[in-house]
Structure formats: structure tokens, C-alpha cells
């Protein structure tokens, strides 16, 4: 199984990068679009390949669930002004939009019906 930017995004495995969507924003207090539309791409990917399953292989969820409620748990603390971490260069607006398309791909992910690209107002284009 294929999981390239999924292991990259995970803290738990050899595979994990600093330099990858979850670690620029962990370490860096930074949303990277090049980096976050990798593992979006990665999330279509894999839910066209298992579209047909009736259970997706646990390793796989574990790791997708960890990067989501890691990224929702760091959304929140932007959003709280008591506890100090925030999302650098990004006003509520794009922080919104980027809130919506991460839950609304990862929900979908695991629901087995990705969301249609056309309709979110954050990276039209950068589906492959």
C-alpha cells in the first residue's frame, strides 16, 4: 500500500518529515499548501483504490485518523487567543476555507465519497 505523504505526515513512523504538511505546521506555526495538497492528493488516491472495499486496513486508519485530529486539535488552538499557538499568515477567512476542505476530505475519506474539488472555495486547481 502506497501511503508516501500519509507515513510523511505521521509522527510514528520512520518515514515522518519535518518538512512535510504536519511538521511545518507543528514546528513552523505554518499551513504549507504545496505540502498539505500533497496529502489531499494522497486521500483521493487511496479512496479510489479501496472505493470498493468493506473495511480499509487499520495501519492506514490509525495514521489518517492521527493526522486529522491532530490538524482539528491545532485549528482549535489558533482559534483560542488564551493558549498562545497560531497559524502564521493566515487570516480567519483562509483558515476557514481551509478547515472546511480538511474535514470535508477527510470525512470523506473515510465515508467512501470524496467531495467534488469544484465546489471548495481553498484549491480549486490543485487537484492532480
Known amino acids: ?20 504538511f504536519t511538521g511545518i505546521l507543528n514546528e513552523k506555526c505554518t ?17 479510489e483504490k479501496y472505493k470498493d ?3 480499509l486496513p487499520r495501519e492506514l486508519v490509525w495514521r489518517v485518523m492521527r493526522i486529522f485530529s491532530y490538524v482539528m486539535m491545532t485549528i482549535g488552538c489558533h482559534s ?14 483562509q483558515l476557514f476555507d481551509r478547515r472546511e476542505r480538511f474535514q ?9 465519497t470524496m467531495p467534488k474539488t469544484q465546489y471548495f472555495e481553498y484549491g480549486r486547481s490543485n487537484r492532480k
Open 80 to 93: 483560542n487567543p488564551n493558549d498562545g499557538f497560531e497559524i502564521k499568515a493566515l487570516n480567519d477567512e
Open 53 to 55: 472495499a468493506d473495511q
Open 104 to 112: 470535508l476530505v477527510f470525512e470523506g475519506f473515510f465515508r467512501g
Open 1 to 20: 500500500m502506497n501511503m508516501k505523504h500519509i507515513d510523511r505526515n505521521f509522527p510514528w513512523c520512520d518515514e515522518y518529515d519535518d518538512e512535510s
Open 31 to 47: 499551513w504549507s499548501d504545496e505540502e498539505y495538497f500533497k496529502l489531499d492528493n494522497e486521500l483521493y488516491d487511496l479512496a
